[in-house]
């Protein structure tokens, strides 16, 4: 990632968009010190979701719980 001042992004936008769709980005430096304030970062379409598998990790974590453990179901999911 490059960075860059106002100035120099406003002098050099077109090769600084022209770099962005290639996949670079770009973070963006104001004020006398220079401090970051925004990143410019090539757009990416979002991609469909896949269904969520279930058991994913059966099989390969184990839980368990205290024996002093004392909440039901519903408050687990936050429904009380």
Request: without cysteine; positive net charge.
């Amino acid at each position: 990632m490059k960075n860059l001042s106002v100035g120099e992004l406003k002098n050099q936008f077109s090769e600084v968009l022209e770099k962005i769709q290639k996949g670079e980005s770009f973070g963006i430096l104001y004020g006398r010190k220079k401090k970051p304030i925004a990143m410019i970062v090539p757009y990416a379409e979002k991609t469909k979701k896949s269904k969520r598998q279930i058991g994913l990790l059966e099989g390969k974590v184990d839980i368990r719980f205290a024996d002093d453990f004392k909440m039901t179901e519903e408050e687990l999911l936050g429904q009380q």
